[in-house]
């Protein structure tokens, strides 16, 4: 048996492949939970904008978990989406829904439904959701996407209280940065009218300010040997401004 148990959400592609593909542990056994498949995992088809998807990813952590006798074991939450970017009340309303429902919704229930089954696991188990200086910074536009990292901040919060009580696993979440995948795509062809801060992101891209996508996933996994407070909610730029963790 590998060593190493990770399930990674968004597996297919940005942060999440990059995630995937920069796994730190030899031997490590992988499973990606997305629509399609990643490269470097096994597959376990997910849509986490619909709930009925949930029970599968439960149904695995539980059958994965019975008699598993491995060191470590990890879910990395990285699925999300900025669609439909534009004002609340005017985007289309079925978007707006599944936004909220994978962005907020299912963070919460999946962290909850991987407490319930690493509960009694003799391993160093961690939780790791990935969140945005979106949670903090107000973008027209982005409404939705920010207010689920905000959820997303204080639920880590408040869960790693717990488990600094009873549970012992570690639960962060980690806010990248911007970073070089598809959804900085996205934001920079997006109309000024729904996104106006769109300029901001054309000149990152434009300056070469965006951060490599296997860089930060490599800064990531060293993260959760650095001993950070249970529910710590880490900013890699402040990290890399104070000289704790430099990019890469």
């Not at 009218?193 to 300056?207: A, M, S, T, V």
Request: without cysteine; hydrophobic residues 45%.
């Amino acid at each position: 048996m590998s060593s190493a148990l990770v399930w990674i959400s968004g597996a297919s592609s940005g942060i999440g492949l990059a995630m995937v593909q920069t796994v730190p542990w030899t031997g490590a056994r992988v499973i990606g939970i997305s629509r399609g498949a990643a490269p470097g995992a096994e597959h376990l088809a997910a849509d986490l904008a619909d709930p009925a998807s949930w029970p599968t990813v439960a149904e695995s952590f539980r059958r994965e978990l019975a008699g598993f006798d491995g060191d470590r074991l990890v879910f990395v939450h990285a699925a999300g989406t900025v669609e439909p970017l534009g004002f609340v009340g005017e985007v289309d309303t079925a978007a707006y829904t599944a936004n909220v429902l994978l962005n907020s919704a299912a963070a919460q229930v999946l962290g909850h439904l991987f407490l319930t089954a690493a509960g009694e696991v003799a391993a160093q188990r961690h939780l790791l959701m990935i969140t945005s200086g979106a949670a903090s910074t107000v973008y027209q536009g982005w409404t939705s996407y920010g207010a689920a990292k905000a959820a997303v901040n204080q639920w880590v919060r408040n869960a790693g209280a717990e488990q600094s009580v009873r549970g012992g696993v570690q639960v962060l979440a980690v806010a990248p940065g911007t970073v070089d995948t598809g959804m900085q795509r996205q934001l920079r062809e997006t109309s000024p009218d729904d996104f106006p801060r769109r300029q901001k992101f054309l000149d990152l891209h434009k300056e070469g300010k965006l951060s490599d996508p296997h860089e930060v996933a490599t800064t990531m996994w060293r993260l959760l040997d650095r001993g950070l407070d249970n529910g710590s909610v880490v900013d890699l730029r402040e990290l890399a401004a104070t000289g704790g963790s430099p990019p890469g």
